[in-house]
């Protein structure tokens, strides 16, 4: 087994006015990864790479150390996706769904899938079209994991969900990575509920890659400070990532290690340090 | 067992679990030989990142309080008197450094701060 459930080397993508710029990331075995950016960021098409679905102009992408081109039959049966949209035909019904599933998949495990519908409250004979966002979200959560897929893609799946949901996703999550060779990685723009149990982020940025990091690492490394004009004025601007001025203070985000001196400075959650990485960017 | 984490407070998680897991250990609710729940159960369980108590458990194997072998899991490690005293000395002096800057900050002398603590000492005996 090779160390890494899925690996991106040097990944390019053109197109007019976007592209993906020498992409890496590296997810190892037994972890959850949150994909981080804002919309348009580059998390969709590099998910649609990974995917096989389009192709790219150069680089390398390896899941389970296997080639993604062509997307081998193994390689879809061990990787589970779950992607924005669900994209069924609305005309048909759960149970019909079930049965295209049941023969499209060589791993399909009929109990398993009858066992999240309970779970999941979701109607048999129901038609997409009648279901609601969050149920057809559930469907194809419910079908991604009755596969024996290794593997979870998620592309933006819990947006757009209430907090119950969300909830009851993250206990499926952390369900999933209890086989400690099964991984996730979740796309998404909403962290707060992800941000926990995360133990990668990656975060992009106009189609780069702006870090690929242990979260832990992170939250170490970063700090919020919040500070007086005069205050700010003292300290080494190489340490500073970004920063919020307002008329009564200043507010930035901070390699909190390197600030040497009596400061106040909070812990920094994952939408600080994309905020202030972006804001800083841009400027 | 019990462990409850806190997103307030300013200490990181896997502190939080070490610093448990070991109260536990030398309250003896936690005795010799008895299981640890898997790094992955018990980041299930809190919903936490399975890095974070993974690094909580070398933590703590580190320290000598637990002994983990691999495909069985982890185990709290024969009582060690010594790294127990080690311990509770290093917790003692934390909260003796708290009762001192309080007594400077109260201008109260080194001399009234002993005769609080053996009045204190003899009391709760």
Redesign the interface.
Known sequence: MNEYILEIKDLNKKYDGFAIKDLNLQLPY???MGFIGENGAGKSTTIKLILNLINSDSGEITLFGEQNFPLSKKLKENIGVVLDENSFPQDLSVNTIHKIMKNSFKNWNEIKFNNYLKRFTLPLDKKIKDLSRGMKMKLSLAIALSHQAKLLILDEATSGLDPIIRDEI?DLF??F??D?SHSILVSSHIMSDLE????YIAFIHSGEMVFCE???KL??KYGLLKCSHEEFETIDKAYVIGQRKHSFGVEALIKKNMIKGNFQI??AGIEDIMLYNVKEINS | MHILIKNTNGEPIYQQIVTQIKSLIISGALSEGSALPSMRNLAKELRISVITTKRAYEELERDGFIESFTGKGSFVAAKNTELIREEQYRIIEEFLQQAISSAKLGGIDLNELENMLKLLYEESE
């Open positions: 037994g972890c959850i993250l952390m369900e990575i209890q400690e926990k149990i995360s133990d242990e979260k832990d939250i170490e909070e812990a």
